[in-house]
């Protein structure tokens, strides 16, 4: 043993000085500035850069460096990132960003997770203010989608954590809490519902809870791409028949591919004739209800059992903020809480505060995901974003007009939301659907939109899922432009 006196302790304090603290407070803030004002003059700027460029070679081979062992100069890494991270970014910030469901964050929610990272918060539990930063929102949330008092709500890292948590609580409300320690058996026979338009993190979910994904059945959509209720209805039935156990429906509030809303009125009346827990996914749509005309599309999200949503798509808060809002919180509790020893609550003091996470979801330590939503929503205001989701909308509706006016481009889904997938037929209808695929890999190379590539019906689509706030008119015109320039040029079919 060592003894800590004397010259002994000097030295220690002189060789081991171990804290990670600049020496020079001044210098340092300095450059915090300097970064700080390099990422405003990015994103002031945003519309003079291509949407997406490829990273060259050379900015590749940094990131496939030695370990350091050895210390650099904060403004050295910072060069690091401005010369070759900021430039390669996949661009979903940039107004002319189409391609698949992405937000395109703020400033006011970026200042926000860097307060957020000073703080360092760990939103596990215990009594702190950050707690009640999270706590606040869950009560928010509650009044938008018009949840009762006794609903709980859980940030999670997007709406696929969202799925998975809501499918655990839903199988513990079915088999009792006793499920978490005797697991499933041959006896349990759960089966759940969705559309076969469902987003493919829901049959992972079952997957990863080992419930299976063929036990998700996959029910057939009409042609706005909404669950049939009737073919559910039976599906019900025949399975009840067969001596399964059906434990979990889930609607759809914004469909991947065509942003379609599921009948929620009718799903929910499904739900109470079979006892099914109504669960929606409303990753990339919910927060349409802040928009006064979108709002009655809406309709009968407010009787779900679970609503999984993503803040970092329509709430434009920067990455990641996922949420799940649950009707009653005690659904949670007997799904997650537990007793561990190291977790053990004072009645006051740090270790006090009567909400924990921790007892309403997976995680232990959590970061404060909440405070970049607050300042989002208290900057704001949710009249201001449910105005650019509005704005995203009637820009979807405009691109959907100019397609049906466009003889060469053919509309291949209606339009429910912010989605509109199209195609490049040609002039005579006869155009093969396959150029679309080198349509949108070379709209990509160009940098100046980006839409992205699906399948409906077996048939490529262009899809542009139009969520950035930033986005205009002249961004849907370039886009329509490039695709009727793109369309008849023989040479894409060898790109
Ligand atoms: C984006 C999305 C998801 C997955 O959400 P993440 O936040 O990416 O995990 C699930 N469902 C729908 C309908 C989506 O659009």
Known sequence: MFS???AGRAAVDRHERTSLDPDDWQAVRGQAHRMLDDMLDHLQTLEEKPVWQY???SARKLFDAPLPIDASDLSDVHAIFRDTILPYGSGNIHPGFM?????????????AEMLAAGLNANLGGRDHMPIEVERQIIRWTRQIFSFPETAGGIFLTGASQANFVALQIARCRKLGKDVRAAGLTDESRLVAYASSEVHGC????FEMSGIGSNQLRRIAVNASGQIDVDALEKAVRRDLQEGYVPFMLIGSAGTVNTGAIDDLHGLRRIADVYDLHFHVDGALGALGILNEDLAPRFAGIETCDSLAFDFHKWGQVPYDAGFLLVRDNTWQLQTFASEASYLSRASTGLAGGDWWPCDYGPDLSRGFRALKTWFTLKTYGTKALGEA????????????DRVEREPALKLLAPVALNIVCFA??????DTPPAVNAHIVERLHAEGRVAPSLTHLNGQPAIRAAIVNHRTRLADIDA?????????PRQDLAQC
């Open 389 to 400: 989701i509005g704005a995203n909308c009637r820009l979807a509706q405009a691109l959907a």
């Open 4 to 6: 800590l006196e004397g």
């Open 55 to 57: 990273a060259p070679s």
């Open 424 to 429: 490049y037929v040609g002039p005579n209808g």
């Open 99 to 111: 391609g698949w469901v992405q937000g395109g964050g703020t400033v006011a929610g970026m200042l």
């Open 479 to 487: 886009l329509v432009q490039s695709v009727l320039t793109l369309g």
């Open 202 to 205: 829901v049959p992972r979910a």
